[in-house]
């Protein structure tokens, strides 16, 4: 099953600052709901480990993310694939960009996801709601984190 998402959330810090805080491993460890471990592996390569639950269907999902297309401190794109045992897998990538506005930061992203197994048959809507929740949350709690 595909998935597209996107959105934007405006942020009260300079685009340097949010840049930093998208490239730290415990900002985005504290940040990501479920998230167990965030190990950077080298440069732009992480190990994760996140805990979640769509629906009747909780996973604990093991994966590898990596960024590309860094274009400090304007964006860049991230990718991952993570498998979850019987729950199934899911993989994907955001193009996330940062532009100055009204004296803070404009983040805007763009999700391309794909998942299968026993989540891919809990139903669109469900697992739309459930991705939109998740990325709520994460905006949520990176907008507190780069306000400090």
Known sequence: MAMTMNGEVQLAASR???????????????????????????????????KMKVGPVSARFKGKVTLSDLDPPNGYKISGEGEGGVAGFAKGGATVALTEKDGGTLLSYNVEAQIGGKLAQLGQRLINGAAKKLADEFFANFGKAVQG
């Open 16 to 50: 340097e600052a949010v840049w930093d805080k998208l490239n730290d491993p415990e900002v985005l460890k504290a940040c990501i709901p479920g998230c167990e471990e965030l190990e950077k592996t080298d440069e732009t390569s992480f190990r994760a480990t996140a």
